[in-house]
């Protein structure tokens, strides 16, 4: 009877192996990342404020066994918060300046990512220096950097974002500037990640923008994406018809040196709300 089990294990493991191509690239090889808009600590939150929903947050990237997320709306309270998180260090600075203002950082698990450099830029028409873009309600950031997997040597770029909510103008002109400081940043050699709110659904120019030089994770997913449709969602678990049509705004997209083999949008809850007004996406990936 054992080796009866025995044979049928192999025979599973290797039509497994089989069906699926590379067996292999989904342990040791395999990176998992994502983008979080964890929603601003805020009184006008009232039971949903940030103290009441951060070991949920916490929990949820641990839980989904984050190599690599980019935060969005992390206030410096927030940011003390999540470094917090056993394990992991982040990259990025203000949108303020230094530690002013809402972070769009980059959190990794330090025992399977080393950093090689790192850098932030405004979302502006001069983003070496903390300045408002176009028709931008607020200062905007692209947090950015060069990242080795200790596991596989293999060296990569992300970068993470947080476009305008009020500025059409200055959502386009951002996308178009991500793209060029991307090809400018990181070049053609290297595998990219790009995660971020953008306050833009799928048809939107800005996604357009970006689908021009990148790639959407969800669209390229060797398994079917797992997501309602939507990204944004309030913190109420019965969540308004009219946000179920907006469709998504969070979203990871990568260059042709990354393969991506599945795309999730996670919907945990308590039962009554979740732990931020967005939902996060997970991506499992490989890099080429």
């Known amino acids: 009877m054992k080796n009866a089990i025995r044979r049928i294990l192999l025979s599973v493991a290797m039509l497994t192996a089989a069906g699926t191509g590379e067996l292999w690239a989904r342990g040791e090889n395999v990176l998992r990342v994502g983008s979080y808009n964890i929603r601003t600590n805020t009184p006008v939150d009232g039971e949903n404020m940030w103290p009441a929903r951060k070991e949920r947050v916490k929990a949820l990237i641990l839980f989904h066994d984050y190599d ?9 309270l927030q940011m003390n918060d999540l470094q917090q998180m056993p394990g992991f260090a982040s990259v990025g600075i203000g949108r303020d300046g230094g530690n002013g203002g809402e972070f769009s950082a980059i959190f990794y698990r330090k025992d399977r990512i080393q950093v090689l450099d790192s850098g932030t830029f405004w979302l502006s028409q001069t983003p070496e220096v903390m300045s408002k873009g176009w028709d931008a309600q607020l200062h905007r950031i692209c947090t950015w950097t060069k990242m080795k997997d200790r596991r596989t040597k293999k060296v990569f770029y992300f970068f993470n974002t947080h476009l305008d909510h009020i500025g059409p103008v200055a959502r386009r002109e951002s996308a178009a500037l991500l793209l060029e400081r991307i090809k ?18 799928p048809d939107a120019e800005p996604i357009l923008i ?5 790639l959407d994770a969800q669209a390229i997913s060797e398994m079917p994406p797992y997501s309602p449709g939507w990204s944004y969602t309030g913190f109420d678990v019965r969540i308004p018809e009219r946000l179920t049509k907006k469709r998504e705004i969070d979203y990871v997209f990568v260059n042709d040196r990354v393969r991506v083999l ?3 949008v996670l919907t945990d809850s308590d039962g009554r709300h979740f732990p931020s ?4 996406v997970l991506v499992e990936a490989v890099l080429k």
């Open 262 to 264: 599945k795309y999730g």
């Open 277 to 280: 007004d967005h939902f996060p």
């Open 210 to 214: 970006m689908k021009s030089g990148m």
């Open 68 to 76: 690599i997320v980019g935060v969005q709306e992390a206030q410096p």
């Open 184 to 201: 400018s940043t990181a070049g053609t050699k290297y595998p990219v990640f790009c995660t971020g709110d953008f306050n833009s659904q």
